[in-house]
């Protein structure tokens, strides 16, 4: 055992702590970040999740048979999600052909709030009861992952991600990934008790389906399997690599049974690299970098600070209604943010309408998580960036005429996802696989996220999955 100092808040401010860990263990880094004051969870102040210091799984004809049958399950139950999913925006909002975004801006504003104050009341009462009756039970993947064995409750993680796609179709304004993301990992814990893999091999499997779940309902089995591995696993290597892959290519694969094959985000055009946009990346990236960091901060403060109990079903109903209202003259925010983004890559926005919807989404999705919701952050972040990017985009217009605005937000969209999740290789390979472009933009692209990752990791080094992290 080697003795090492780890970083915790006493009082408001840091104190170096003796602790015994392991001398292999990778889950302190340095240098310690610049920023003095830790989450209110307490968590440490160099605490990387994605980190660890497991030695790599043995990958066994068992372990091979086990993540076959995960990767089918994740991806029909992903699919299964992605049905509920838009049955429930198709019923709110009353239609059938188009998009989200144009359903919500055809329904009345009296509507718009009606609905998120009806999404905050079956949301708020639907969770108090599934969190009374699985009190003992736990569907924190990402905890299971990095301070646990990888153990998560199959029935506790089905009804919270049955209950977060119910809201987030009605318009809640949090991510539809973190249901299909929890049941990949739900399904991988459950199929490791059946064929009695050992701590190592379950956590690299519920690792894999993670990723695979996200994967699946966004069509990215690439940038799925790296999330896998960079993100929820921690170490890219061959033997953490290849079960990703191959859970990731079964689950996408399996969802086709309903998901569409195409593009996340289809018709974005393959813009053209530029001086002006490689210049303009060098500057915004640190810049992104660092409202990242606000970013983070925010929703570490909300998740420390979210309603509990009964509470929550009070407080439900009043945030989701401070959504709907703030959705009467900006509808954009209704959802995950995937129609807001998708304006945005094809270069529709104006100066003013990227800076609120990049100040105002942030809020949206805050409300929801402070409220007690479980949701998804993923494109409710990188629709942040899409807008910042735009707004960026367009003010260097101003000085240097450049690309579209659309290229410019393509750009803050990587670079946000990746400083945000502190994975900056998932971040721009899933920017690449969801829209099927950008790659003419790859190294503006990679300037503004290795800038903004490096920027935010320095600052602080939380991400918005460590940021949620309950106290350890």
Request: hydrophobic letters at 50%; aromatic letters at 8%.
């Amino acid at each position: 055992m080697a003795e090492t100092a780890d970083f915790r808040t006493r009082g408001g401010d840091d104190v170096k702590l003796p602790r015994k860990v392991r001398s292999e263990d990778g889950r302190r880094r340095g240098p310690r970040p610049l920023l003095p004051y830790r989450l209110p969870s307490g968590r440490g102040a160099t605490e990387q999740p994605n980190a660890v210091g497991d030695e790599l799984a043995p990958l066994t004809p068992r372990f091979w048979t086990a993540l076959l049958v995960t990767g089918i399950a994740t991806g029909l139950l992903g699919a299964l999600l992605m049905l509920l999913l838009f049955s429930m925006q198709h019923l709110t909002y009353g239609y059938h052909l188009g998009d989200f975004e144009s359903a919500v801006m055809r329904a009345t504003p009296r509507w718009r709030v009606e609905a998120l104050l009806l999404a905050g009341a079956i949301g708020g009462m639907a969770w108090y009861v599934l969190r009374r009756a699985t009190k003992e039970e736990h569907s924190e993947l990402d905890d299971a992952l990095w301070r646990g064995d990888a153990r998560v409750s199959f029935r506790r993680s089905l009804g919270s991600s049955v209950i977060s796609e119910i809201v987030v179709g009605m318009g809640a304004s949090l991510g539809r990934e973190n249901a299909p993301k929890l049941m990949g990992g739900a399904s991988g814990s459950l199929v490791s008790n059946w064929f009695g893999l050992t701590t190592g091999q379950r956590r690299l499997l519920v690792a894999c389906a993670g990723g695979a779940g996200l994967a699946a309902v966004y069509n990215v089995p690439l940038g799925g399997a790296l999330f896998a591995v960079e993100l929820l696993y921690g170490k890219v290597a061959l033997p953490a690599v290849l079960p990703a892959l191959a859970c990731s290519l079964i689950a996408t694969a399996t969802s086709y049974v309903y998901l569409p094959v195409h593009a996340t985000y289809t018709d974005v055009p393959p813009y053209a690299p530029s001086g002006s946009l490689g210049v303009w990346a060098i500057i915004a990236g640190p810049l992104i970098g660092l409202v990242a960091t606000v970013y983070i901060r925010l929703i570490g403060w909300v998740s420390a600070h979210r309603a509990r109990g009964f509470t929550a079903v009070v407080v439900s109903v009043l945030a989701f209604g401070v959504v709907g209202t703030m959705g009467v003259g900006f509808p954009q925010l209704f959802g995950n943010g995937k129609d807001m983004a998708h304006d945005a890559f094809l270069g529709s926005g104006t100066l003013g309408l990227f800076l609120a919807l990049a100040a105002l989404k942030p809020l949206a999705t805050s409300f929801c998580l402070g409220s007690g919701a479980s949701g998804g952050l993923f494109t409710p972040t990188m629709s942040t960036g899409a807008m910042l990017g735009g707004f960026l985009g367009l003010l260097w217009g101003r000085m240097w005429e450049g690309p579209d605005t659309g290229a410019f937000a393509l750009v803050g969209g990587a670079a946000m996802i990746g400083a945000s999740m502190q994975a900056p290789l998932s971040g721009v390979v899933l920017m690449l696989e969801l829209t099927h472009s950008g790659f003419r933009l790859m190294l503006p692209m990679l300037a503004a996220t290795v800038l903004a990752t490096v920027v935010a990791r320095r600052l602080d080094g939380y991400s918005i999955y460590s940021a949620r992290l309950p106290a350890s």
